[in-house]
């Protein structure tokens, strides 16, 4: 049953703002391949994020640094193969945009032209403005995100929540208006306190989607392996698991093993 106030058949970046503006919540998932992506829009997810946690998730890296641009549009071209109604943002991986505006537009071109993918997403704010407007300028939508931005981890140390101290939080607010006033159509806010997530969601027009930042934002992300239970060692408190998959799938194999050791598979009606 859909709980949507107004249905979309495709969701652009107007979708998303009107959304905001009738108090509608965005739910957003990551996927980085074709099947995952297909069960996600076909369950109505309005953005799709491939998103550079594929560097932990897929590659089992410690960090999202090492993910390349290559790797992320792999990732990008499966997923846009399978949607047919989400809205897909795909992550600039670390390194691909820092160094100028001139090769943070050379990035988004390639994920924009290579894989299909409808927008791009950005770590940072008044550190990388610049490149941002080149992006936009080019006519590339471009999501920010503020708050916990896992590139950054070496500068931070800890995973820990972000912008609890004031400098910090003052910081973020200034940054979300000025990602606003430049024209980027959204922005994600990672594990900061719910309190300032609501009173950035309420200065902006443009959505704010939180993961970890509480229920005051425009709508919610999570990792989608995470949410699954697919990975049972990641539990942070703003994580809610909707299935328990590492038992499910656990037991499945773990059947067909005991099956073929005790050549219970394939029985007569499985073979040729
Ligand atoms: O890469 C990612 O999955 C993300 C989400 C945590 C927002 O950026």
Request: include cysteine; aromatic fraction near 6%; glycine fraction near 6%.
């Amino acid at each position: 049953m859909s709980v949507a106030k107004k249905e979309y058949k495709r969701i652009t970046v107007k979708s998303l703002i009107e959304m905001k503006a009738n108090e509608e919540k965005i739910s957003m998932l990551t996927s980085y391949d074709f099947t995952m992506a297909q069960i996600v829009d076909k369950a109505g997810i309005d953005v799709i994020l491939v998103g550079d946690s594929a560097s932990n998730v897929m590659a089992g890296h410690e960090t999202t640094l090492p993910i390349t641009l290559d790797q992320m549009i792999y990732h990008a071209c499966g997923v846009i193969r399978a949607v047919r109604r989400a809205l897909v943002v795909v992550d600039l991986p670390f390194g691909s945009y820092q160094s100028d505006p001139k090769e943070a537009l050379r990035s988004s071109i390639r994920i924009m032209k290579e894989s299909g993918a409808h927008a791009v997403k950005m770590e940072g704010g008044s550190e990388i403005k610049e490149s941002i407007k080149r992006i936009l300028k080019a006519g590339i939508p471009v999501m920010g995100h503020l708050g916990l931005t896992p590139q950054s981890i070496y500068k931070f140390g800890t995973y820990t929540v972000r912008a609890k101290e004031e400098y910090e939080a003052q910081k973020l607010k200034e940054d979300a208006l000025m990602l606003e006033k430049i024209g980027c159509f959204s922005i994600v806010l990672e594990k900061v306190p719910a309190k300032l997530a609501e009173e950035v969601a309420k200065s902006v027009n443009i959505p704010v989607i939180g993961i970890g930042a509480g229920s005051g934002v425009d709508g919610q992300v999570l990792v989608a392996h995470d949410m699954l239970g697919m990975n049972k060692e990641f539990s942070p408190k703003f994580l809610r698991r909707y299935a328990d998959l590492e038992s499910i799938m656990t037991e499945a194999v773990q059947n067909y093993n005991e099956d073929v050791k005790a050549k219970q598979f394939p029985n007569e009606k499985e073979q040729y």
